[in-house]
């Protein structure tokens, strides 16, 4: 069976290390992944008083969520939390109160930083978001990668230490993706 896997970076910039991390777990995934991104750039500010009319840019993030078997977050750190865009994203997407998207979804929490905590309290900050939106988070291994140029080559090329690393990850994700699935169907 192939898994679709739909994807968050956290981060708007199109220079993003974390959409270099996201197309990096990508490239060393195992054959059964298919991965697609949902974006997040469009959305409007969650409002409530939208909940009775939904903009079209939010029920297109609801649908791709529900199309996907699994979801993995690719997020920075900012001001030691998650970026609002990324809040905003599943604010909209857990709401109204009953319609939540990410009810039993398998997830995966992952991210990059210049700095040497490796984006571990925006993936502590995440967790607890997750957490009470009843999804099944794969909690080991946590992925705290301080982002070094020099393990990420320009031409997508990546150190031995670093592909090893992100291949065990992304293969650990496809495990719990199967095990939650198997307990949980998706579709």
């Known amino acids: 069976m192939t898994y679709r896997v739909g994807y968050f970076v956290g981060s708007l910039s199109k220079e993003s290390i974390n959409r270099v991390l996201a ?15 949902i974006g997040i750039a469009d959305l409007p500010l969650y409002n409530r008083d939208l909940d009775e009319n939904y903009p079209p840019e939010a029920t297109a993030l609801k649908d791709a ?10 997020t ?18 857990s709401r109204p109160w009953g319609q939540n998207a990410f009810v039993n979804l398998p997830t995966a929490v992952i991210g990059a930083s210049p700095g040497n905590l490796g984006t571990a309290v ?16 794969m ?13 990420f080559g320009p031409d997508g ?8 690393f ?22």
């Open 139 to 151: 909690t080991s291994p946590e992925a705290y990668v301080t982002f070094d140029q020099a393990d």
């Open 157 to 164: 090329q990546l150190s031995d230490r670093t592909r090893d």
């Open 122 to 137: 925006a993936q502590h900050s995440l967790r607890a978001v997750l957490s009470f939106l009843n999804t099944r988070q």
């Open 65 to 74: 969520i529900h199309s996907a078997h699994a979801i993995l977050f690719v």
């Open 23 to 37: 197309n990096a777990l990508i490239s060393v995934a195992p054959e059964d992944l298919e991965f697609f991104e």
């Open 166 to 187: 992100l291949a065990g990850f992304v293969t650990e994700f496809r495990d719990h993706i199967e095990r939650v699935l198997t307990v949980l169907p998706r579709h």
């Open 76 to 93: 920075p750190e900012y001001n030691r939390s998650i970026p609002g865009a990324l809040k905003n994203a599943i604010d909209w997407a």
